[in-house]
């Protein structure tokens, strides 16, 4: 069940996919986004699941609309297994943000996150546990984001890489990366947790290169449409090549550095 506030106002709302979901998109005053509330039993079949729920957030991902996704998943964050780390990556892979928010339920014998939010292009969002709140033996968790400053559907991201083409700043840029990496492997040599690890090293690199090639914003609205030549079959190409790259970046094996090499050759010719 989606229940909203008085002012914010339903446009469509829909129900199947997965089989016990609930989708709708709401919009208050200029803010827009699309909501969808799952529900995934105990005593079901987790790994299909997984395999569905990412053919669900291939679908509804958007690369400036706010995604929040949110329910009772029956998958434990708090487990360190393959069956958790698959369920990471399918939501890291199609470019959405997962709450860190500790255990949603506790007990006198075990404490789990069962309950999660999932979430793409919001801004300045704060995540809170409100412990308080006795509506049930879950723990409530709430998503807060600035709905005032909404990225703009015309803007996209893009890195400047005006450095690469000046000798000096590139070798600053290697000497700071051999650095910054140095002392990053130090911390990660004692690190058990290999996603965790992953993302100390994605952290540890994308503090030097935002330092040398800062995310700027690219308005297409001012430059005119984009060129005739890329055209709906080379997008959805280049979709999936980003997705492949992330996933090969997440799970780093053979399989996943292939397809990533195959949908790569393919945008290319």
């Known amino acids: 069940m989606l229940q909203v506030k008085e002012g914010i106002n339903i446009l469509n709302s829909h129900s199947g996919n997965p089989d016990e979901a609930v989708c709708a998109d709401i919009a208050y005053q200029k ?3 699309l909501i969808l509330i799952v529900y995934n039993p105990p005593r079901t079949n987790k790994l299909d699941f997984i395999k569905q729920f990412a053919r669900v957030l291939e679908n509804i991902q958007s690369d400036s609309k706010p995604v929040i996704v949110c329910g009772a998943f029956n998958i434990n964050l708090l487990d360190s297994n ?3 780390n698959n369920y990471k990556n399918c939501i890291y892979s199609n470019g959405f943000k997962l709450c860190d928010i500790g255990p949603t339920r506790v007990t006198d014998t075990s404490s789990t996150c069962l309950d999660h939010i999932i979430y793409q292009n919001l801004v300045n969002e704060q995540q809170e546990m409100l412990y308080h709140n006795t509506l049930s033996d879950h723990t409530p968790v709430l998503l807060k984001w ?3 400053k909404q990225p703009k559907e015309n803007l996209s991201l893009f890195r400047d890489l005006s450095f690469l083409e000046k000798t000096n700043k590139l070798q600053a840029y290697v000497d700071r990366t051999d650095v910054e990496l140095s002392k990053c492997f130090q911390k990660l040599s004692a690190d058990t947790d290999t996603n965790q690890a992953f993302e100390n090293f994605n952290d540890c690199f994308l503090k030097v290169t935002n330092d040398f090639a800062p995310l700027k914003r690219a ?3 001012k ?3 984009l060129p005739k030549w890329l055209n709906n079959n ?7 090549r980003n997705k492949a790259h992330k996933l090969w970046k997440l799970r780093n094996d053979e399989q996943s550095l292939s397809n990533f090499k195959r949908l790569r050759t393919n945008l290319e010719k």
């Open 219 to 221: 308005d297409h609205s």
């Open 234 to 240: 080379l997008k959805n190409l280049r979709v999936k």
């Open 146 to 148: 600035n709905h005032e």
């Open 31 to 33: 803010f827009k986004a």
């Open 82 to 84: 393959l069956l958790t």
């Open 223 to 225: 430059h005119g449409k």
